[in-house]
């Protein structure tokens, strides 16, 4: 990748930022006055990066209601899901997991990113502190990496014995399919990026004031020992993928299309369709001649600057 290259790369990368904020208010737009007012085509050379987020935009929001069906669907039914996303830093897994969740009730689906365990928790069984995550019936769970933490991390950077390793690989199948009997639907998907890409999205984290939070030490190391993370990938994929909860790969070097394809797939895999609700209607208020509202105390309210 050339420098000319790599800085249209990271130009691209910030525009996808502030798409993400575009996304959070466009609740008050329609589809047109985005294509129109923002990304409006005047005949440059960049109309067709222009129309390829317009197209985003359209199918996103299209599927984004289609979750909310799916939504309803999996409370009405007492559907148990559990969705894990794993990929190498930078592989795009926050943001799919952002654009899942964006637009429905965190009662009913929710995230589960867990931090490193504590010294407790590094004594107990290695899957018990997942279990209280699980979903109950209605429920969608998604994790934002998982067990499989001890296939890639802790192998790559020496934090599990070899007899741990080797342990994982004979429970976590077992573990797996202990989830389906149960009735828990378990999906399980890889985000795939190349060596050039990740290195391109961690110069950009590093020049983004807004995102170099996303950068541990650990996601530096990472980057160093990109070899022995994708003998690890690999071995993870061949050992874990069984018939109850296979692997699907997801090819995330572009953000947007790995954004829709992971929603478009993860739509198919349940039998979900549309669930009949009684009309609302907005009740009168009551009102009552003794009733008056209180003036808020000054010194309590916030100011206003803006």
């Not at 985000?191 to 950009?204: A, G, K, N, V, Y």
């Amino acid at each position: 990748m050339n420098d000319d290259e790599l800085m249209r790369r990271m130009r691209l990368e910030l525009a996808d930022s502030y798409d993400e904020e575009l996304e959070l208010e466009i609740e008050d737009r329609t589809i047109e006055q985005l294509a129109a007012g923002v990304y409006g085509t005047d005949g440059s050379s960049e109309d067709q990066d222009k129309e390829d987020r317009r197209l985003y935009f359209r199918e996103l929001f299209r599927l984004q209601a289609e979750l909310v069906k799916l939504q309803d669907w999996v409370v009405a039914t007492g559907h148990k899901v559990v969705i894990l996303f794993e990929g190498r830093d930078a592989a795009g897994k926050g943001g799919v997991i952002k654009r899942i969740t964006q637009r429905l009730n965190p009662r009913v689906c929710r995230v589960a990113a867990l931090p490193a365990p504590n010294d407790r928790e590094r004594t107990q069984w290695y899957f018990q502190r997942y279990i209280s995550h699980l979903p109950a019936a209605g429920e969608m769970v998604l994790f934002d990496r998982s067990w499989y933490n001890r296939a890639g991390v802790e192998r790559v950077m020496g934090f599990c014995t070899d007899d741990q390793y080797e342990e994982f690989f004979r429970s976590a199948p077992e573990f797996e399919r202990m989830l389906a009997r149960s009735g828990i639907q378990l999906i399980k998907y890889w985000f795939s990026i190349t060596d050039e890409e990740q290195h391109m999205r961690f110069l950009s984290r590093i020049h983004d004031p807004l995102k170099q939070w996303k950068l541990s030490p650990m996601d530096l190391e990472s980057r160093r020992r990109w070899e022995d993370y994708t003998k690890a990938k690999e071995i993870m994929l061949e050992r874990t993928h069984i018939a109850e909860a296979p692997w699907w790969v997801v090819q995330a070097v572009d953000k947007k299309k790995a954004r829709l394809n992971c929603i478009h797939h993860l739509l198919s895999q349940m039998p979900y369709g549309e669930v009949e609700h009684p009309a609302i209607s907005l009740p009168e208020r009551e009102r009552h001649d003794g009733y008056f509202r209180r003036e808020v105390a000054n010194e309590i309210m916030v100011p206003d600057v803006y």
